[in-house]
């Protein structure tokens, strides 16, 4: 029978739940982290855990994505990218559910962290030093985030989240290796990044051991210029400790 308005029958069809998670990344003591939350109840109740909820009818994803890391996190104002959706069968024990997660970068001394009635904390955690294991699948989820966030740094401005409005260029590589894990080789990189056109030069320096800093800033002026930065040329056979 061919269905119209008036014959369509929406229970005829099961319905998985949506959820958010986001993936917040900062950098502490040198060290790219991430934001997790303990978790109150069941199931999974005491793993730490992905920040994220149901969404609800009257909202976007995005709009969910940023209710559920405000309510459970405190972060909030934050730039978020979509990352992926995950729906395997059997990843939560509740009911089908099927999740759309983001990312983003901040700036942890920008962001007051609280935790929320449904979680016992919130903390930040270095990814080379996380609990043995996250709830539901958040282990895939957050390997594939930061396999994804050093992917993005050849191509977007992502990492320039983490830095304040001015900032000299030596600070922006520190950036970069630290996600990376990686040393990147000092002249290539400056050479790059200034050709990139993405920056733009200031009046201000910062006082210090030998001859002043130079700082930049974000251009605001870029348009709609390509930023290409290719860190895999750079690279040197050493590891960020």
Known sequence: ???????????????????????????????????????????????????????????TLEQAARRELEEETGVRDVYLEQLCTFGDPGRDPRTRVISVTYIALVRADAQRLRASDESTDVSWFAVRALPSALAFDHDQILAYAISRLRSKLEYTTLAFQLLPEVFSILELKHIYEQILGEKLDKGNFYRKIKEAGILEETSLVREGRGRPTRLWRFSQDRGDKQFVFRWREDRINEKVE
């Open 1 to 59: 029978m061919e269905e119209s308005a008036a014959t369509y029958d929406p229970s005829r069809y099961e319905r998985p739940s949506v959820t958010v998670d986001v993936v917040i990344f900062t950098l502490q003591n040198r060290e790219l982290n991430v934001l997790l939350v303990n978790r109150r109840r069941w199931p999974y109740e005491g793993y730490w855990a992905i920040p994220g909820g149901f969404i609800e009818m009257n909202e």
